[in-house]
């Protein structure tokens, strides 16, 4: 597979100049959007040039059938849901790209976006994948009843800080909608479910003493980043069926340094 990030503008004048760098082509212009497309392409390496496509050639099929269309829909329908836009988009892009289309993700924010991939073949329906980034603050201390400090310290080194130490994570929740209700997804609602099942939960808590999911005293388990990705998996999973039951999650991804995460499941 052969990836290839298009960035761009959808600008007031319908202005097109500008190169595919970090301004993008449209390049800025007034009030304008920016945006970020990245297509994944299927193929095998041609023998003699090594490509599976020249770049060039999805740049160009992007900005001939991708991007006027989400132009015409911003000025014509600004208030769409995007995963619905997108639905839209795909079968344009199919048509438009010089190879088999495997994915496209639609980067609308630098913590919001949306994707469709081909489906399985034993796929009822296509769907679509919506990530957003959420952050909250926590202390934790990572520690093994069972074991003596030394070997704490061994394993664990300075996370074993009998105090605690702190960090602050980011949980991206990737949500899986059907495509024909996307155009009923709200953000705002998963913000709302996300803030209910993770953040006031863990925000300015300390993990192995505030809360039960990581208090060893009631059966809790150790807050590594590990844990704390499967925990947040199980609490958004029951919270968005009850508001969301259309919607699945797929996965969870928390960063606890810039460094270090850990997706469940993987």
Aim: glycine share 8%.
């Amino acid at each position: 597979m052969l990836s290839r990030t298009v960035r761009f503008c959808i600008n007031p004048d319908g202005s097109a100049d500008g190169g595919n760098g970090f301004g993008g082509r449209p390049a800025m212009r007034g009030l304008g959007r920016y945006y970020e497309m990245t297509f994944t392409l299927l193929g095998t390496p041609d023998p003699r040039t090594g490509y599976i496509v020249g770049i060039q050639e999805i740049d160009a099929a992007a900005r001939a059938a991708v991007i006027p269309e989400i132009g015409r829909r911003c000025a014509q329908t600004p208030t769409a849901e995007p995963a619905s836009v997108l639905a839209g988009l795909w079968p344009i892009a199919k048509q438009a790209m010089p190879r088999p289309l495997a994915r496209v993700r639609w980067q609308l924010t630098p913590t919001y976006s949306v994707e469709m991939s081909m489906p399985d073949a034993d796929a009822t329906i296509q769907r679509v994948l919506i990530r957003q980034r959420f952050d909250f603050a926590a202390a934790h201390r990572l520690h093994i009843a069972g074991l003596g400090d030394e070997q704490n310290r061994t394993i664990f080194g300075k996370c074993n800080n009998p105090n605690g130490h702190g960090h602050n994570y980011q949980v991206e929740p990737a949500i899986s909608i059907p495509i024909d209700r996307a155009d009923s997804f709200d953000l705002s609602e998963l913000e709302a479910i996300v803030d209910d099942a993770v953040i006031e939960p863990f925000d300015h808590k300390h993990l192995n003493r505030d809360t039960s999911e990581f208090n060893e005293a009631e059966g809790g388990v150790i807050p590594s980043v590990e844990r704390i990705a499967m925990v947040c998996h199980e609490r958004l999973r029951a919270k968005l069926g009850q508001a969301m039951p259309e919607a699945t999650v797929e996965r969870v991804t928390v960063w606890e340094t810039d460094r270090t995460s850990c997706t469940f499941p993987a």
